[in-house]
C-alpha cells in the first residue's frame, strides 16, 4: 500500500517562505507526475504547480515566480518552495503522486493528507 505523507506547513507572515515537502512510502511503484494543489477556506483545489518526470514543471499563474516545484527521485519526494507568500496563499496544500503501480499494473493517483499554510499580513 502507498502512502504520500506532507510536511512543512506553518504560520508565516506575508513575505516570508515556507518549504513544503512530500514523501511516497510502499513497495513497487514508479513516480511520473508530482503536483501541489492550494485549497483556500471555502474554495475549491487548485493546482498550483507540478513536474514531470523528466523534469518539465508548469505553474499556476498567480505562483509563477513565487514557488519552485522540485523533486528528488532517490527519495519518492517532491517540494515545493514558497517565497514573497501573501495572505491569499493561505490554505491547506495537498501534494499528489501521479505512479505505476507494478503489482496493480497501473497508474494511480495518490493524495497526501494536506499541510496548513497560514500567511498573517
Known amino acids: 500500500q502507498v502512502q504520500v505523507m506532507e510536511s512543512g506547513g506553518g504560520l508565516v507572515q506575508a513575505g516570508g517562505s515556507l518549504r513544503l515537502s512530500c514523501v511516497a512510502s510502499?513497495?513497487?511503484?514508479?513516480?511520473?507526475?508530482i503536483s501541489w494543489y492550494h485549497q483556500g477556506p471555502d474554495q475549491d483545489r487548485n493546482e498550483v504547480a507540478r513536474i514531470k518526470l523528466r523534469g518539465e514543471v508548469i505553474y499556476e499563474g498567480s505562483v509563477e515566480g513565487r514557488f519552485t516545484i522540485s523533486r528528488d527521485d532517490a527519495k519518492n519526494a517532491g517540494y515545493l518552495q514558497m517565497n514573497s507568500l501573501k495572505p491569499e496563499d493561505t490554505g491547506t496544500y495537498f501534494c499528489?503522486?501521479?505512479?505505476?503501480?507494478?503489482?496493480?499494473?497501473?497508474?494511480?493517483?495518490?493524495w497526501g493528507q494536506g499541510t496548513r499554510v497560514t500567511v498573517f499580513a
Open positions: 499528489k503522486m501521479h505512479m505505476w503501480e507494478t503489482d496493480a499494473g497501473e497508474y494511480r493517483d495518490y
Open positions: 510502499g513497495r513497487n511503484f514508479r513516480i511520473t507526475d
